[in-house]
């Protein structure tokens, strides 16, 4: 009974985490640019040496530098209104969940973090996005600056991010569709020529065809107190263990130096951004590594390491199954009163109960996601954009209501 009750607080949390900005979670993936950015290092050979060879190595630095500049390779979407919206409701659904539930490691939101990202950025310069000149700026601030290489990353990783998108856009989703690159005719300067085909293509598509999801490990790999790397990590960037496996700090925790750098890099070359602060994007990257890890992370046993991109034929079942397994040791149920009390100490019982409660909690996920996934058709969830009907059939299950902001 008492894990029944564990997996209801459960399914709550992680519907409410999952669910709560109501808008779209699958936009602009951001894996395509770490995998991308990870079978590229040397593009950075003539520009940082240093760093390159840090890149490259095995070491614990070189796997923080990896680390971070995966975390930079991210992070031009973060900055983006919708990418800021995520992790704000991830972060306020967590630190506001429900009294009977208990929450731990990442997902025990300080009162520090929340209150960070209650205040927006400011943007009077163009967003990371879409100021190429400005990363450059930084990075070659950077580079003459006598930090780390893992301090240098996430900047050099946001620069590689905007590369990326350019020849993206420019050169490989424009192909396509059949053209050797974009060209906007003076009809149609109102809008990207081809954003609707790249945007769903790189929606839906691209995450699907990354043939190696090792990066997401090293994205999430934690260290043992004394410094050696330790192959375990969930939610949160960075963690740290004692000897004995046992979790000690987190994100929240950390001084993470690659922020302030960022920060400091922006504000050498006078990036003018409102509110830019280490605190800030500190908080907000730690609801962004949630968020990720709900989208490309892994079981406890590092099983189905890529989440839901890395299985295409996943269907609305097997999302909230691997929703529930990596979030089940963090969240758990609070001492109940009484008669269930009680029954809470009582080891056989909730043996018996097991089977009856995971049968309980199934149905209620896929009471949740049905109306998400084409009324809960047995149907993987890319089957939907693969044919028209598909798509219909899963439109007409969004509830009227809701039906503007999904449009």
């Not at 690659?258 to 920060?263: A, C, D, H, L, R």
Request: proline share 3%.
């Amino acid at each position: 009974m008492a894990r029944m009750y564990k997996k209801v607080a459960l399914l709550t949390v992680m519907i409410g985490i999952f669910f709560v900005s109501k808008r779209n979670l699958w936009a602009f993936d951001i894996a395509t640019h770490m995998y991308i950015g990870s079978q590229t290092f040397d593009l950075w050979q003539n520009f940082d040496n240093t760093f390159y060879n840090y890149l490259i190595q095995s070491s614990d630095e070189g796997i923080m530098t990896r680390k971070f500049y995966y975390i930079g390779l991210t992070l031009p979407d973060l900055m983006e209104e919708e990418g800021l919206a995520w992790s704000k409701a991830i972060i306020d659904t967590l630190y506001n969940h429900p009294p009977e539930v208990e929450v731990t490691r990442a997902l025990n939101i300080y009162s520090s973090t929340y209150n960070q990202v209650q205040t927006d950025f400011i943007f009077y310069d163009p967003k990371p996005n879409q100021n190429l000149q400005k990363l450059w700026e930084m990075a070659n601030y950077t580079k003459n600056q006598n930090w780390d290489s893992f301090e240098k990353a996430i900047v050099y990783g946001a620069l590689m991010h905007v590369i990326q998108d350019v020849y993206g856009h420019m050169v490989l989703q424009p192909s396509l569709w059949g053209y050797g690159r974009t060209i906007d005719p003076d009809s149609a300067l109102s809008e990207f020529l081809l954003r609707f085909g790249e945007t769903f293509h790189e929606v839906f598509y691209t995450a699907t065809y990354i043939p190696n999801w090792t990066f997401i490990k090293e994205l999430y790999q934690g260290l043992f107190i004394n410094g050696f790397s330790e192959n375990v990590g969930f939610m949160e960037f960075l963690s740290l263990y004692d000897q004995s496996g046992r979790y000690v700090s987190g994100w929240q925790d950390a001084n993470v130096t690659p922020v302030q750098k960022f920060v400091d890099a922006a504000n050498a070359v006078n990036y003018n951004i409102g509110n830019l602060s280490y605190g800030r994007v500190k908080a907000y990257l730690h609801g962004w590594g949630i968020i990720n890890f709900l989208l490309y992370g892994y079981r406890w046993d590092f099983s189905d390491l890529g989440g839901l991109f890395s299985h295409p034929w996943w269907n609305a079942n097997d999302i909230a199954n691997f929703w529930a397994d990596i979030g089940d040791e963090d969240i758990h149920l609070g001492q109940l009163e009484g008669f269930l009390g009680w029954l809470q100490h009582i080891p056989f019982l909730d043996i018996v109960f097991r089977e009856i409660g995971e049968r309980v909690i199934h149905q209620k996920i896929y009471e949740a996601l049905k109306r998400y996934i084409a009324c809960g058709s047995s149907r993987s969830w890319s089957t939907f954009t693969e044919q028209t009907a598909y798509w219909d059939e899963a439109w007409a299950c969004v509830p009227e209501n809701e039906r503007p902001e999904f449009y």
